[in-house]
C-alpha cells in the first residue's frame, strides 16, 4: 500500500488548505451571526454560505467527492482523503465545496442508479449546489440499525406509488433549498429479507408530507439544516421515482453507506487536528501556578496521545479507503466498519482534551470544539451504531478461523 499523494492532489491540498485559511474560518463567526439576525434560523440560509460557495466552485474546489470525473473531480477514495480531512476542520467547511451528506450519498445514489430524467431533474440541481437533499431511512418506533427493520410503506397504484410512515433523523430537510427526499420503505413485506425494501424519490412539496418538528442534538438545532422528523400521509409520487426496482433498496444503502462512512471518519480527523491545534495553540499561552500549561505533564501526556491516536485513525481510514479503491466496498467491509469504531472515538476522546484546556471557554461557542464534539457524538450512532459494527468485525474474524 503506498499511501502518497500524487502531485495533483497535493496541489488541491495546498489550494483547499489556503482557501480555510483565507475564507472559511474566518466566516464562521459570520455565518452565526447572519443566522442569529434572522427572524427565523430555519427561513433562509446566511448569505455568506452561497458567497463561499461561489468562490470555491470559481477556483475549482467543487463537487472533489464525486470519483465521476465528468461530475466530479475524478479522485479516488485515498485521493479524496486528506481534502475530505481538511473540509472536516470546520463545521461549515463541506457544505462550501458541495461535498456535505447527506448530498453527497444521495448524489452519488442518483449517479449509480438514477434514471436519465432523475438526473436531469434533481442531480443537476445538487450539483450545481441550488437545491439540497435529505435522506429518510430512520424510524422512531424500530431499530433501524438494522434496515430491514424498516416499517414505512411503498405501495404501487396504478401508475404511481403511494408513501405511508413516520421518520425522523432526516437529516438536511429543514433547510429552505431542501427540495427531494430518498425515502426507504417496504414495498414487498412477503419478499425475501433483504428484499422488501425499496428507495423512491418524494418532493418534500407533495402533498402529504409534513415535517413534524426539527430535532436538537444536545442542544444545536443545526439550522438551517437540521434533523428533521417527517410524516408521509398517503403521499402519491409517479412510479417512475422507484429507484433500481423494487426490492433494491437495501442493496442501496448498503452502497451508499459505505462511502458515507467514511467520508464520515475522513472529517472527524479533520476536526481532532483542528482541536489538537487549539489545544497546543491554548496551553503555551495560559499560564497557571506560575507556569504555562505546557510545561504541565499530564497537558503534555495529552498532546502526545492526541497525536498518536490521529495518525492511528489516519492511517486505517487510509487503508480502508485504498482497499475501497482496490478490491471494492464489499471486500473492504471490514475495514469500513473499523474505522467507523475508531473515528468517532478518536476524535471524542482529542475534542475533549482540548475543552479540557480551555477550561470554561470550551463548553462555550466562543470556540468550535462544544460543536465539534456534539457532532462527533452523534456519529457514534448514525450509519450505525458502534455495537453493530463490532459485531460484524467479530464475525468476519471468526469466519476465516471457521473455514482452517
Not at 96 to 121: I, S, W
Not at 170 to 178: E, F, I, L
Not at 326 to 335: D, L, M, Q, S
Not at 369 to 383: C, E, G, M, V, Y
Request: glycine share 8%; proline share 5%.
Amino acid at each position: 500500500m503506498n499511501f502518497s499523494y500524487s502531485e495533483k492532489v497535493q496541489a488541491l491540498q495546498e489550494k483547499l488548505s489556503a482557501f480555510m485559511e483565507e475564507h472559511v474560518y474566518p466566516n464562521e463567526k459570520r455565518y452565526e451571526q447572519q443566522l442569529n439576525e434572522q427572524k427565523n434560523r430555519w427561513s433562509d440560509v446566511p448569505e455568506i454560505v452561497e458567497q463561499l460557495k461561489q468562490k470555491a466552485k470559481d477556483e475549482g474546489l467543487w463537487n472533489l467527492f464525486l470519483p465521476d470525473s465528468e461530475l466530479g473531480a475524478g479522485l479516488t477514495n485515498l485521493e479524496y482523503a486528506p481534502l475530505c480531512e481538511l473540509m472536516g476542520k470546520s463545521l461549515i467547511g463541506p457544505e462550501v465545496f458541495n461535498c456535505n451528506a447527506p448530498d453527497t450519498g444521495n448524489m452519488e445514489v442518483l449517479v449509480r442508479y438514477g434514471t436519465e430524467q432523475h438526473k436531469e431533474e434533481w442531480l443537476k440541481p445538487l450539483l450545481n449546489g441550488d437545491i439540497r437533499s435529505c435522506f429518510s431511512m430512520t424510524e422512531p418506533d424500530v431499530a433501524s440499525a438494522d434496515a430491514t427493520n424498516v416499517q414505512a410503506s411503498i405501495v404501487r397504484d396504478g401508475d404511481e406509488y403511494v408513501i405511508n410512515g413516520r421518520k425522523w433523523w432526516s437529516s438536511g430537510a429543514g433547510d429552505p433549498r431542501c427540495e427531494i427526499a430518498i425515502v426507504m420503505g417496504k414495498t414487498n413485506p412477503d419478499a425475501p429479507k433483504h428484499e422488501q425494501q425499496s428507495m423512491i424519490l418524494v418532493p418534500l412539496k407533495t402533498p402529504g408530507v409534513t415535517i413534524e418538528r426539527m430535532l436538537p442534538v444536545f442542544g444545536f438545532d443545526h439550522a438551517p439544516h437540521g434533523h428533521a422528523e417527517i410524516t408521509f400521509d398517503n403521499v402519491r409520487v409517479p412510479a417512475s421515482n422507484i429507484l433500481l426496482g423494487e426490492g433494491k433498496g437495501f442493496a442501496i444503502a448498503q452502497g451508499r453507506l459505505g462511502p458515507g462512512r467514511i467520508h464520515h471518519c475522513m472529517r472527524l480527523i479533520g476536526a481532532a487536528e483542528r482541536a489538537l491545534e487549539e489545544l497546543c495553540k491554548r496551553v503555551q499561552n495560559r499560564v497557571a501556578f506560575g507556569k504555562p500549561l505546557a510545561s504541565q505533564g499530564v497537558i503534555q501526556e495529552w498532546i502526545a496521545d492526541s497525536r498518536i491516536e490521529i495518525e492511528q485513525a489516519r492511517l486505517l481510514t487510509l487503508k480502508a479507503a485504498y482497499m475501497m479503491d482496490t478490491v471494492g466496498n464489499k471486500v473492504a467491509k471490514k475495514e469500513i466498519a473499523m474505522i467507523k469504531v475508531v473515528a468517532p472515538n478518536m476524535a471524542l476522546r482529542v475534542i475533549d482534551r482540548a475543552i479540557q484546556a480551555f477550561g470554561a471557554a470550551g463548553v462555550s461557542n466562543d470556540v468550535p470544539l462544544a460543536a465539534q464534539w456534539a457532532n462527533a457524538r452523534t456519529l457514534r450512532i448514525a450509519d450505525g451504531p458502534d455495537e453493530v459494527h463490532r459485531a460484524q468485525i467479530a464475525k468476519l474474524e471468526l469466519r476465516e478461523y471457521s473455514q482452517k
